[in-house]
């Protein structure tokens, strides 16, 4: 059992790590390709997405390295494994791209100020097209790949794939507009296109920068997942617990980093539960929780309602 799981451990590593290596060789890619656009053309646009991928890459240098730890078996000295290093490196990730983020807008807000910034809106409009059929084809083949991966990293650089695509789409979209601008009444906002595009760019990234900078936040400190994730489990859980005379009384869930907790507090009406269908039990409800979440471990633990009480009157008054 335990050389099965080192060996699924080892391809979901050498997967995660492929995934990591093309977004990685494409994001470099694109980095160049956007400041050498950006020199050339001085859009301030084009410059921030320059920045974020340039941050982005980064991050997958650091996750490249560290990913071995992640696929390692917990242990007695360390129970959560490695896991809450990811989660640490995605909070270092999420500040490092508010501090781009900050930082750029003061440019662009200053650049707005001074009276815009004059760009050639179809080279601009055509680049970012190219861009955008680039990111979907990326997109793609990390998404295919990532079919049998759970890796939370895989996941965010795969949003970072389709936010690129719905951006650098719609950026293309813009500017081809703004072309037909100039002889038109709202002609005077052509030479603000450009940082108006920019801080549009930002109104969009923010808040899935912030949501990704929680949801590490709570992963580092031990919190629940989602609501929703913990009525599955309740669900799943119950489905096998409550035909087999399990009534749950509690559930403590915890999240670190891409592995899920469970500890399901329940009460019998039987005088003795035999050992054996306790562990036929943990099994059962290990094996359907499964086959939703991967690196999830479920542990059954018998309670009655006056241990329960006791433990809430300590609780209380500790």
């Known amino acids: 059992m335990i050389k099965k799981e080192r060996k699924v451990n080892m391809t979901s590593e050498k997967k995660e790590k492929k995934i990591l290596l093309i977004s990685f060789i494409a994001g470099l890619l694109f980095a160049i390709a956007e400041f050498v656009f950006a020199i050339y053309t001085h859009s301030q646009s084009v410059l921030m997405d320059a920045a974020y991928d340039a941050s982005e890459l980064i991050f997958i240098i650091l996750i490249l390295f560290l990913t071995p ?25 999420g ?63 795969l949003l970072g794939w389709k936010l690129d695509t719905a951006y650098s789409i719609g950026m293309s979209g813009a500017f081809f507009v703004s072309t037909f601008l100039d002889k038109t009444p709202v ?5 603000y296109f450009d940082s108006l595009v920019a801080i549009g760019i930002v109104v969009f990234m923010l808040p899935e920068n912030i949501k990704m900078l929680w949801g590490a936040m709570q992963d ?11 009525n599955e489990i ?66 059954l633990i018998v309670t009655t309602r006056e241990q329960e009480r006791k433990e809430h009157e300590l609780l209380a008054n500790p």
């Open 187 to 191: 002609s005077f906002i052509v030479p």
């Open 95 to 157: 500040f490092m791209m508010l501090s781009v983020t900050l930082g750029l807008s003061m440019n662009v807000i200053q650049s707005a100020l001074t009276g815009g910034n004059h760009v050639n809106g179809a080279q601009i409009s055509l680049f970012q097209l190219i861009l955008g059929f680039i990111s979907i084809g990326i997109y793609m083949v990390m998404r295919h790949l990532n079919r049998s991966v759970s890796s939370p990293t895989v996941d965010g650089e």
């Open 234 to 299: 309740k669900e799943i859980s119950n489905e096998v617990l409550l035909p087999n005379g399990f009534v749950p009384v509690f559930y403590d869930i915890t999240r670190t980093g891409r592995r899920l907790w469970i500890a399901v507090y329940f009460e019998i009406f039987e005088e003795s539960l035999p050992i054996i269908k306790l562990e036929e039990v943990t099994f059962q409800v290990n094996q359907a929780l499964g086959q939703q979440f991967e690196n999830c471990y479920c542990e």
């Open 220 to 230: 580092v400190f031990l919190f629940s997942p989602e609501e929703s994730t913990v």
């Open 69 to 93: 730890l992640f696929h390692k078996p917990i242990s007695e000295k360390r129970p959560f494994g490695f896991f809450q290093i990811e989660s640490m490196f995605l909070i270092i990730k």
